[in-house]
C-alpha cells in the first residue's frame, strides 16, 4: 500500500488550485453531449480582436490547436474543428456550481478567472483529511455534480499550487511539497511560472536562465536591473517565497465587490497605454459605485497577457473611496509592482471590494477634504454624462487610445462578481 505525506511545518499553509479543463468547452459539451465525440473550439467575436482560440476540447487539443490561435489558423490543422461562439451566462452558471463544491471545504476561496480558484484549506485537514484527500474529493464532487473535470494542485503557496495543477491534465491531482518542490518544479521551463510571458522568457534566456531552477538560483540584483521589482518577485516565486494570502470568500459577495474588465483591440506592451486603460476602467467603476451610494476599501487588478496567462493582485486603501483619481492611483501601484513591459498584456480588469454605503463610512477630517473636492468633481462629470450622453466628456488621453471599445454587459465578464 502506498501513501502520499505532505509534511507541513508549524508556518505553513496548504492551498489547492483547482482549475476546470477546458472550461469553455467542456460545459459546451456537457450542454450538447452530440458534440463530445468532435474536435470543438469555443471561439471569439473577430470584429472586435475575439477572433481567436479561447478553449477547445480534449480532441481539438490532439490536433494541435491551441488557446490563442486564430480562427483560421485553427482551420488550417482541423478543418473539421467545430467552433461555437461563447455562452457567458452559462460558463457563468457552472462556475458558480463549481464556486458551491469550493466553499463546502474552506471559506477561503479566491477566483483566478472563470475557471480557476485557489482554496486554503490550512484547517480543513482535522475535518476532510489531506491536501491530496481533499483536492481528490473537490474533483469528484465536481465531475459528479456538473459533468465537468477538474484538475488540482496542492502546496505550501498560492503560485506553487497553480504550478502543480499544470502538470497532470486532465482530470487529477499533482501535491507538491517543501520537500519535493525543487526536484518536481525546478526542472521546468521558466515560461511555466506565473509573471512569465514569451517575452520575459526571451529576455531571461538572455541571460541563461532557462529553467525554473536557473531563476531560483539567479542574482537578485541582476534580475531587479533588468525587470525591476518585478524581477524580485520573480526571485522570490522561483524559491518558494509566496505569503500572499487567499482571499476569503464572503456571503453576498455580489455586493462586496463590484468590477469593469477589458479585453484590448490590440496588445498593450507599454506601461503608457496599459495606464490609459486603467484610467477607462478606474472611471467605469467609479461611476458604478456612485450611482449604487458605494465606497470600496480595497482596489484589485486583474491582468491577462497575450498568452492568456492571468495575474490578480489586491491592496487595501486607506480610506473608503468612490473617487476614479483613487482607485486610479491604487491600480497604477500594483500595475507597475507586478508587470513588466516585456509581457503583452490582452485583458486588464479593475476592481473595488470590501463595499459599504457612502452614509456607513466614517472618514477623518484630512480623507474627507482630500476626496470630497475629487468626488464632487466626478458627479459633476457624471451629470453631464447623463445629460448629454457618455461620450460628452472624457479624461485626457482616453478618445486618442485605439485599444479601447465600449462594452455591453454581456461581455463584462466578472466571474464570481469580483
Same mark, same amino acid.
Given at each position: 500500500m502506498?501513501?502520499?505525506i505532505?509534511m507541513?511545518?508549524?508556518?505553513?499553509?496548504?492551498?489547492?488550485?483547482?482549475?476546470l479543463?477546458n472550461?469553455?468547452?467542456?460545459?459546451?459539451c456537457?450542454e450538447h453531449?452530440?458534440?463530445?465525440?468532435?474536435?470543438?473550439?469555443?471561439?471569439?467575436n473577430p470584429?472586435?480582436?475575439?477572433?481567436?482560440?479561447l478553449a477547445?476540447?480534449?480532441?481539438a487539443?490532439?490536433?494541435?490547436?491551441?488557446?490563442g490561435d486564430?480562427i483560421w489558423?485553427a482551420?488550417?490543422?482541423e478543418?473539421?474543428l467545430?467552433c461555437v461562439?461563447p455562452?457567458?451566462?452559462?460558463?457563468?452558471?457552472?462556475?458558480r456550481?463549481a464556486?458551491?463544491?469550493?466553499?463546502?471545504?474552506t471559506?477561503q476561496v479566491?477566483p483566478?478567472g472563470p475557471?480557476?480558484?485557489?482554496?486554503d484549506?490550512t484547517?480543513?485537514t482535522k475535518?476532510?483529511?489531506?491536501?491530496?484527500?481533499i483536492a481528490?474529493?473537490?474533483?469528484e464532487?465536481?465531475k459528479?455534480e456538473t459533468?465537468l473535470?477538474c484538475s488540482?494542485?496542492v502546496?505550501?503557496?498560492?503560485?506553487?499550487?497553480?504550478m502543480?495543477?499544470?502538470l497532470k491534465?486532465?482530470?487529477a491531482t499533482?501535491?507538491?511539497?517543501r520537500?519535493?518542490?525543487?526536484?518536481?518544479l525546478?526542472?521546468?521551463?521558466?515560461?511555466d511560472?506565473?509573471?512569465?510571458?514569451k517575452r &520575459?522568457?526571451? +529576455?531571461l534566456?538572455k541571460?541563461?536562465i532557462f529553467t525554473?531552477?536557473d531563476l531560483? *538560483? $539567479?542574482?537578485v540584483k541582476l @534580475?531587479?536591473s533588468h525587470f525591476?521589482?518585478?524581477?524580485?518577485?520573480?526571485?522570490?516565486?522561483?524559491?518558494?517565497?509566496?505569503?500572499?494570502p487567499?482571499r476569503?470568500?464572503?456571503?453576498?459577495r455580489e455586493?462586496?465587490?463590484?468590477?469593469?474588465?477589458?479585453?484590448?483591440?490590440?496588445d498593450?506592451?507599454?506601461?503608457a497605454?496599459?495606464?490609459?486603460l486603467i484610467?477607462?476602467?478606474?472611471d467605469?467603476?467609479?461611476h458604478?459605485l456612485?450611482k449604487?451610494?458605494?465606497?470600496?476599501?480595497?482596489v484589485?487588478l486583474?491582468?491577462r497577457?497575450y498568452?492568456l496567462?492571468?495575474l &490578480?493582485?489586491? +491592496?487595501p486603501l486607506?480610506?473608503?473611496?468612490c473617487s476614479?483619481a483613487d482607485?486610479? *492611483? $491604487?491600480?497604477?501601484?500594483? @500595475?507597475?509592482s507586478?508587470?513588466?513591459?516585456?509581457?503583452?498584456?490582452?485583458t486588464?480588469t479593475v476592481s473595488?471590494?470590501?463595499l459599504?454605503s457612502v452614509?456607513a463610512v466614517q472618514?477623518?477630517m484630512f480623507?474627507?477634504q482630500?476626496s470630497?473636492?475629487s468626488?464632487?468633481?466626478e458627479?459633476?462629470i457624471?451629470?453631464?454624462?447623463k445629460?448629454y450622453?457618455?461620450d460628452a466628456?472624457y479624461?485626457?488621453?482616453i478618445?486618442?487610445?485605439d485599444?479601447?471599445y465600449?462594452?455591453n454587459d454581456?461581455?463584462?465578464f466578472?466571474p464570481f462578481?469580483?
Amino acid at each position: 500500500m502506498c501513501y502520499t505525506i505532505f509534511m507541513v511545518t508549524p508556518s505553513d499553509r496548504l492551498i489547492l488550485h483547482c482549475d476546470l479543463n477546458n472550461f469553455y468547452a467542456s460545459v459546451e459539451c456537457v450542454e450538447h453531449p452530440e458534440w463530445r465525440e468532435l474536435p470543438l473550439a469555443v471561439a471569439g467575436n473577430p470584429d472586435k480582436r475575439h477572433g481567436v482560440i479561447l478553449a477547445k476540447n480534449e480532441l481539438a487539443k490532439k490536433k494541435g490547436i491551441k488557446t490563442g490561435d486564430t480562427i483560421w489558423q485553427a482551420l488550417q490543422k482541423e478543418p473539421a474543428l467545430k467552433c461555437v461562439p461563447p455562452h457567458f451566462s452559462e460558463y457563468m452558471r457552472y462556475s458558480r456550481l463549481a464556486f458551491e463544491v469550493y466553499t463546502r471545504f474552506t471559506s477561503q476561496v479566491e477566483p483566478f478567472g472563470p475557471d480557476e480558484c485557489w482554496l486554503d484549506v490550512t484547517a480543513s485537514t482535522k475535518i476532510f483529511g489531506t491536501g491530496k484527500n481533499i483536492a481528490d474529493s473537490v474533483r469528484e464532487a465536481i465531475k459528479r455534480e456538473t459533468g465537468l473535470t477538474c484538475s488540482a494542485g496542492v502546496s505550501f503557496n498560492k503560485v506553487f499550487a497553480k504550478m502543480a495543477s499544470d502538470l497532470k491534465k486532465p482530470d487529477a491531482t499533482t501535491v507538491v511539497t517543501r520537500v519535493t518542490y525543487k526536484k518536481i518544479l525546478w526542472p521546468l521551463p521558466v515560461s511555466d511560472m506565473l509573471m512569465v510571458g514569451k517575452r &520575459t522568457a526571451e +529576455k531571461l534566456g538572455k541571460l541563461n536562465i532557462f529553467t525554473v531552477g536557473d531563476l531560483a *538560483a $539567479a542574482d537578485v540584483k541582476l @534580475l531587479k536591473s533588468h525587470f525591476g521589482i518585478v524581477g524580485e518577485k520573480l526571485h522570490g516565486y522561483a524559491n518558494g517565497n509566496d505569503d500572499e494570502p487567499v482571499r476569503e470568500y464572503v456571503a453576498n459577495r455580489e455586493e462586496k465587490s463590484m468590477g469593469h474588465g477589458m479585453t484590448a483591440t490590440r496588445d498593450l506592451v507599454c506601461y503608457a497605454d496599459a495606464e490609459a486603460l486603467i484610467t477607462y476602467l478606474a472611471d467605469k467603476v467609479a461611476h458604478r459605485l456612485r450611482k449604487a451610494s458605494l465606497r470600496g476599501s480595497g482596489v484589485a487588478l486583474g491582468l491577462r497577457s497575450y498568452d492568456l496567462k492571468h495575474l &490578480t493582485r489586491q +491592496k487595501p486603501l486607506s480610506s473608503a473611496t468612490c473617487s476614479s483619481a483613487d482607485i486610479r *492611483a $491604487a491600480a497604477f501601484e500594483l @500595475l507597475h509592482s507586478n508587470w513588466h513591459e516585456d509581457v503583452a498584456l490582452r485583458t486588464i480588469t479593475v476592481s473595488v471590494f470590501d463595499l459599504t454605503s457612502v452614509d456607513a463610512v466614517q472618514m477623518g477630517m484630512f480623507d474627507e477634504q482630500k476626496s470630497l473636492k475629487s468626488e464632487n468633481l466626478e458627479k459633476a462629470i457624471d451629470a453631464i454624462r447623463k445629460k448629454y450622453g457618455e461620450d460628452a466628456i472624457y479624461r485626457a488621453g482616453i478618445p486618442g487610445a485605439d485599444f479601447i471599445y465600449d462594452k455591453n454587459d454581456d461581455e463584462d465578464f466578472l466571474p464570481f462578481k469580483r
